[in-house]
Structure formats: structure tokens, C-alpha cells
């Protein structure tokens, strides 16, 4: 949620600022959201309107350009989950935050993914 590219404390500011901001967003709309932040099932909210039903991964930024990290099983649904959608917060601390929702094709056809870290782990002795 908090990109991870601030301090753990403007971080956690910028990341519940962002899931307010989409919750809004979504009960706004009619929906019903439900947390699943540190569920570790790859997205943030469920959000049900009748048989609509979307999971979504919150992604908060303090400042305008859209760039963040995701994990592996984020980006696995993203590749993945016809209901998953990814909500982007820019300007997640300002009054003029803007949240900006993404579906599987939109977060493909606009984003690139680099990875930054791999885990290595000794598969045979010698």
C-alpha cells in the first residue's frame, strides 16, 4: 500500500489515507467493503454490489507519479483474478487525493513490472 519508498512512519500515514480514500470511493458507489488488509490473500478490500463483487488491492502514494511495489501473490491476481482491481491514490495526504481504479487489462496495458529482489535458495549440495 504505502509504495514502500518513504519513511515506515509517512508510509503508514500514506497507506491508511489511501484505503479510507478507496473505501469511500467504493460505498459511494453502493458497495459493501469488507478488510482484508493483512490477510495475505493478495488484495486489500472486497467490495459486493448485489452479484458484482471486486478485490482490490490499494495502492497509496504521497505524491503524483504512479509507482509502487506489489507482491508476488498481488501480481499474481493481478495476472489473474477477473475481479481484481488495483486502486491508486495519488496525493494520498492532500486534499486533492484522486483515486484511480485499474482492472486486469488496464494494469497490463499501463504498467511495467521490474523485479526488484529475488530469493535464492540452494536447491543441491556439492
Excluded: W
Amino acid at each position: 500500500m504505502g509504495a514502500g519508498f518513504g519513511d515506515p512512519e509517512t508510509n503508514k500515514k500514506v497507506e491508511r489515507a489511501a484505503v479510507r480514500a478507496v473505501r469511500t470511493y467504493f460505498e459511494q458507489r453502493g458497495f459493501d467493503v469488507q478488510s482484508f488488509e493483512g490477510g495475505k490473500v493478495g488484495f486489500d478490500l472486497k467490495c459486493v454490489q448485489e452479484k458484482i463483487v471486486f478485490h482490490v488491492e490499494v495502492k497509496g502514494i504521497a505524491g503524483s507519479v504512479e509507482a509502487f511495489s506489489m507482491t508476488a501473490l498481488e501480481f499474481k491476481l493481478a495476472q489473474s483474478d477477473p475481479e481484481f482491481r488495483l486502486a491508486v491514490v495519488v496525493n494520498a495526504l492532500s486534499k486533492s487525493r484522486e483515486v484511480r481504479i485499474y482492472g486486469r487489462r488496464d494494469f497490463r496495458r499501463n504498467f511495467e513490472a521490474v523485479p526488484l529482489q529475488y530469493r535464492c535458495t540452494r536447491v543441491r549440495c556439492v
